[in-house]
């Protein structure tokens, strides 16, 4: 185990805490936004959001870069694999997000909801994985 090793570990935590906090409320709730008051929603959700996110993002790339540094093998490569996944799903999410800030369609939230479960998924599979590493 090294530092680099804990230091993931603490970023895949505080990730998937934020992430499971977007996936069983903030979105949810954005789904429930009616129509004729998405823009305003949608517009103050992003603006809302994105300095988290590039916190939290930023975090993971400090640590995974200084990982990668470290030589990590076994259960460290796997959490980075996943933290790679859920920056790729992330570009999915925004892209969704950019087509809904012309405004409300169903079947986009709809989308954007899943896209997140998965998002969801590739954070709780890097949290899992570091924990295994640092054992």
């Known amino acids: 185990m090294t530092t680099a090793d804990v230091l993931l570990l603490t970023a895949t935590a505080a990730h ?14 954005l789904a429930r936004v009616p129509a004729q008051q998405w823009e305003f ?10 300095p988290l996110v590039a ?24 959490a980075l694999a996943a933290v790679a996944a859920t920056f790729m799903v992330t570009a999915c999410a925004a892209r969704v997000h950019g087509r809904l800030s012309a405004g409300h369609d169903r079947e986009e939230v709809r989308r954007l909801l899943r896209i997140d479960q ?18």
Do not use: D, E, I, K
Request: glycine share 10%; no cysteine.
């Open 41 to 50: 929603a949608h517009n103050a959700h992003s603006r809302a959001v994105v």
């Open 55 to 78: 916190v939290m993002y930023g975090t993971l790339v400090l640590t995974g870069g200084w990982t990668l540094l470290s030589g990590p093998g076994g259960w460290t490569l796997v």
């Open 118 to 135: 998965v998002r969801a998924l590739t954070a709780a599979l890097a949290l899992v994985a570091s924990a295994l590493a640092v054992r």
């Open 16 to 29: 998937l805490g934020f992430q499971v906090t977007v996936t069983a409320l903030v979105y949810p709730a």
